[in-house]
């Protein structure tokens, strides 16, 4: 996992609960306090879930409100950091469908060929007339995570569609399959 996501997960954290709970999520996973993430450094997977678990239980935060804050986050910071991949997508479907070339983008920097795979690997977008199918493989298990990042980039763009699962890997499945459904005009 790349280091934004942790980042933005200790920046979250830190805004709400202050540096003392932000340092103790560093802990966690076994960062020194004084260890700045970096953006395009690569952290263990395993990591980042201990390190969610830690915020959920500093913040008080049933799952959907945790990541429904994070992606709140994310998106906010993303807005500010990259504009172009918000004023170059005219509606959310747009947005949603460049998504795992924006992600990849990320790995360009990743030297170690197994790393940038198993960040590579982890989206593949479906097109359909009415929704976009997005499989998605990771062993951190956030497709929670992607689908508040989808509620979120919707509202941005004032649209609306329902996002549901047919295969999740939190329920055994070999990968998670989201459906975002747009109503037919």
């Given at each position: 996992?790349?280091?934004l ?12 609960v202050g540096?003392?709970?932000?340092d ?20 263990p ?10 915020a ?9 409100e ?13 807005l ?33 060929p ?6 590579t ?5 479906e ?11 990771s ?13 979120w980039v919707?509202?941005?763009y004032?649209?609306t ?11 055994g ?13």
């Amino acid at each position: 996992m790349l280091g934004l996501i942790p980042k933005i997960l200790y920046d979250m954290v830190r805004a709400r609960v202050g540096d003392a709970a932000a340092d103790a999520l560093k802990e966690s996973i076994g960062l020194p306090v004084d260890r700045t993430f970096r953006l395009n450094d690569v952290y263990p997977d395993d990591g980042f879930r201990r390190m969610a678990a830690a915020a959920q239980a500093m913040l008080k935060m049933p799952d959907r409100e945790l990541w429904d804050a994070y992606a709140d986050a994310f998106c906010r910071d993303a807005l500010q950091r990259w504009p172009t991949w918000w004023s170059m997508s005219k509606s959310a479907r747009e947005l949603l469908e460049r998504q795992p070339t924006i992600h990849n983008c990320f790995a360009t920097g990743v030297q170690d060929p197994a790393a940038r795979n198993a960040i590579t690997d982890k989206f593949l977008v479906e097109r359909r007339q009415d929704e976009l199918v997005t499989h998605y493989r990771s062993p951190n298990w956030l497709c929670a995570l992607y689908e508040a990042l989808a509620r979120w980039v919707l509202r941005y763009y004032g649209e609306t569609a329902h996002i549901s699962q047919s295969r999740c890997m939190n329920r055994g499945d070999p990968e998670c399959e989201i459906h975002i459904r747009w109503a037919p005009n």
